[in-house]
């Protein structure tokens, strides 16, 4: 987490790119019949080191926060009180939105209220991400306390060995329990990646020390260069694909650790901070808006199709967004009494 008065430009690039590019473009065009062939080799590909890629910053900030784990068990409950209240209450209406609108099937929306859906194998339409990042969020304390008792946080090499466990962990998981959302296993390593590395001097900007800057980015970038061309070597593109899951971590953490290197000579206009910090409320209300808007116009034609999106339904879903955290934010100050926190 990051509080608006000390944002991270690297990380708020990130997010802003990363959003245009889901809700703008992979999401968006699925409004515009009349469009075909945008979802290819290449960008099914790019979409999966997108939402690796959320999920790894996910990590990185609660793993660059302060240590829940710091004061041990204790310190749990207060940690999931200040992530639920941030995500929860509008993921519980968006689930609603979502109802209304007819883009849940029948029988998801008691299972999704209670976080249950990735487990029983109820894949939720885009909402399966926010799922699967609270499950996500609930196991993050746990994995403090394994980064804090293993010393993994300052050492690399305890580190990797910690995070090739955890990883041997979850793809175990993943066979144990077969009727599961697969994507709850197939991102966690970037989420966990990102808890266990936040604090490795290698994550630091680019002024810092040359042997801390380059050493970490100097396995990363092969690994996700050979995780690149092992996943054009098969052809059958899915969440249950193991020779596609290096790319999910290697390609995040490249991307990652290349954007922090450049954080202290990013200026970033206003636009895209504002989009970052609206980032989650994007990302869970834009399909109803959508939805909404096409029901209403539906133009005939790519190119009118086209800029029906571009200039009407995409700016009405960022306003909606940007309002919504706005209010929300603001209902939360007034409740706790504390800054606003982006999540």
Known sequence: MTTQGARNPGIDLIRSVCIL???????LLGYAPAIDGYKNDLTHRLTLVVLGLFMFVSGH??????????????????????????????????LLLFKLCGLLESGQLLPAVF???????????????????????????????????????????????????????????SRMIPHSDPRLFFYFPAFATGVISASWPSTQPIDGPLPTRISTLTYIIPACIAAVVVSFGHGDFNENNLAIFPLALFGPWALFLVVNRLETRLRLPGFLLQLSLSSYFLYLFHRP???VFTSLISPSGATLQLIYLLVVCLPAAITTAW????????????????????V
Do not use: C
């Open 21 to 27: 590019y889901i809700v703008g473009f992979w999401h």
């Open 61 to 94: 900030l609660i793993g660059r926060s302060r240590n829940a784990a710091a004061k041990g068990w204790s310190s749990i409950p207060k940690f999931y009180k200040r992530r639920l209240i941030r995500i929860y209450p509008p993921y519980l209406l968006a």
């Open 115 to 173: 976080l249950v859906s990735s487990l029983i194998g109820h894949q939720l339409r885009t909402l399966w991400f926010v799922e699967v990042l609270v499950v996500f969020y609930l196991l993050a304390p746990f994995l403090l306390l394994l980064r804090q008792s293993t010393g993994a946080g300052a050492s690399r090499l305890k580190g990797a060995a910690l995070l090739m466990m955890l990883i041997g962990a979850d793809v175990l998981l």
């Open 289 to 291: 808006v959508f939805w």
């Open 323 to 342: 309002l919504g955290q706005r209010l929300y934010d603001r209902l939360l100050r007034r409740i706790q009494g504390s800054p606003s926190i982006t």
